[in-house]
């Protein structure tokens, strides 16, 4: 069963516009990770942030975690046409090994 | 570095038949899973290793075998294909359970 859950499932959005994204989760975790998968490839990890933390940067990725609303948000500031992909959230619990996949959003930007 | 290997990349089978989904990786990772991705159901995972000779099962591990005899290697099997197996297939490596994942590109399988 998915642990995490992003919202929305689809986006579609203008070059150089930003793009949010949600993963909510049930129960308590060690980690989360954000995941990109290109359209006929396999995953790529973007962003792990630990259940300390409250936000994290890469380039233009920037990732909150909420642990007492037990969200995370990822958002791509001006993002571009090769920004399209599917974005997952990942959650590892405590005890777990392997993480835990949500269904994805479907990030859709146009040139 | 290669990374994560995965081989075949298609494959369609007839239901009933067997065969083994190849992955290896080259980066000395303890833990290796195997993951099937379906429309609207994001990734869910089959099995997973935490080391040589050591697996376990996941959310879905009916009608699938794993072994892992070696650090590098870590095969899927279907016994007896039927069509609710049809999906693309990942495996992953991990250093440590609480690490990044690192994935290959899939098989993609079809079964009739």
């Known amino acids: 069963s998915q642990q995490g859950e992003e919202d929305p499932q689809a986006l579609s959005i203008q070059e150089g516009e930003n793009a949010t994204m949600n993963c909510s989760y049930k129960?308590?975790?060690?980690?989360l990770q954000w995941y990109r998968q290109n359209s006929g490839r396999g995953l790529v990890h973007l962003i792990l942030?630990?259940?300390?933390?409250r936000e994290k940067h890469s380039g233009r990725l920037r990732v909150t975690l909420d642990t007492s609303k037990k969200s995370s948000s990822l958002l791509i500031t001006a993002s571009r046409a090769a920004d399209t992909a599917s974005y997952f959230c990942?959650?590892?619990?405590?005890?777990?090994?392997?993480?835990?996949f949500g269904r994805g959003t479907s990030l859709i930007v146009h040139p | 570095n290669a990374g994560v290997t995965q081989t075949p990349k298609f494959q369609v089978l007839k239901t009933g038949q067997s065969m083994t989904l190849q992955c290896a990786q080259d980066?000395?990772?303890?833990?290796m899973s195997w993951y099937r991705q379906d429309p609207g159901m994001g990734l869910r995972l089959i099995h997973y290793?935490?080391?040589?000779?050591?697996?376990d099962q996941g959310e879905v591990p009916n009608g699938y075998n794993v072994s892992r005899s070696t650090t590098e290697d870590f095969p899927l099997r279907l016994l007896s294909a039927a069509p609710s197996q049809t999906s693309v297939y990942f495996c992953?490596?991990?250093?440590?359970?609480?690490?990044?994942?690192?994935f290959g590109d899939g098989t993609r399988l079809s079964i009739l």
């Open positions: 992953a490596s991990s250093e440590q359970g609480n690490q990044p994942q690192h």
């Open positions: 129960t308590s975790i060690n980690n």
């Open positions: 942030i630990r259940s300390n933390e």
């Open positions: 990942a959650t590892l619990s405590g005890g777990s090994y392997i993480p835990t």
């Open positions: 980066m000395n990772h303890e833990y």
């Open positions: 290793s935490v080391g040589a000779g050591i697996t």
